[in-house]
């Protein structure tokens, strides 16, 4: 009987354990910065999602692209309808894994260098990525941050010829999202 009490005791804590390894969030902020020699653009979107497990590493995020928001109205306009076409494709995504998630102690505050690699969908497109990153550990939440950049052809967005000089062709992308752990 002690045997049969220690094995469903052993149970729940694996079970509460593995909860605790999931982690999420409904306000990723992804940002923007395209720097062209006579133009400046940049947006923020403030309500990205995303889910860690931080046993596998595996993870994935999504933003709606309408959610974008640009400090002049028509860039907004211009972004949504002739660019992005975000009626057409209305999210980004980004689905893979932590590839040296042995290197983050998910249970002792600190700062870990990481790398995402997985796919990244955009306009439709689905490609390859890997990403530099930073996981910041602090009591039961995780600060992530990542920086990268996104070449607009590799994703079939036109950027037509008259305006060409005021869009970069790569941007910067920015993440900061602070994950929590996920309850069930």
């Given at each position: 009987?002690?045997?049969?009490?220690?094995?469903?005791?052993?149970?729940?804590?694996?079970?509460?354990?593995?909860?605790?390894?999931?982690?999420?969030?409904?306000?990723?902020?992804?940002?923007?910065?395209?720097?062209?020699?006579?133009?400046k653009i940049e947006a923020i979107n403030k309500s990205g999602s995303a889910v860690l497990d931080a046993q596998s590493g595996r993870m994935e995020w999504k933003v709606l692209i309408k959610n974008f928001i640009f400090e002049k109205k028509l860039m907004q306009e211009h972004f949504n309808e002739n660019y992005m076409e975000s009626h057409k494709y209305p999210n980004a995504t980004f689905k893979g894994e932590i590839v040296n998630v042995q290197n983050v102690q998910w249970k002792k505050d600190g700062s870990y260098d990481v790398r995402a690699k997985g796919k990244m969908t955009i306009h439709g497109v689905e490609r390859d990525i890997e990403v530099p990153g930073k996981i910041v550990v602090v009591g039961d939440k995780l600060n992530i941050s990542s920086e990268f950049k996104v070449a607009c052809a590799d994703y079939n967005i036109t950027i037509p010829a008259v305006v060409r000089d005021n869009i970069a062709k790569e941007v910067m992308v920015r993440v900061e999202a602070t994950l929590v752990p996920l309850n069930r």
């Open positions: 009987m002690r045997g049969v009490y220690l094995i469903a005791i052993a149970i729940c804590w694996l079970v509460s354990a593995a909860s605790a390894q999931k982690f999420m969030t409904r306000d990723a902020r992804v940002s923007f910065l395209s720097e062209a020699p006579l133009e």
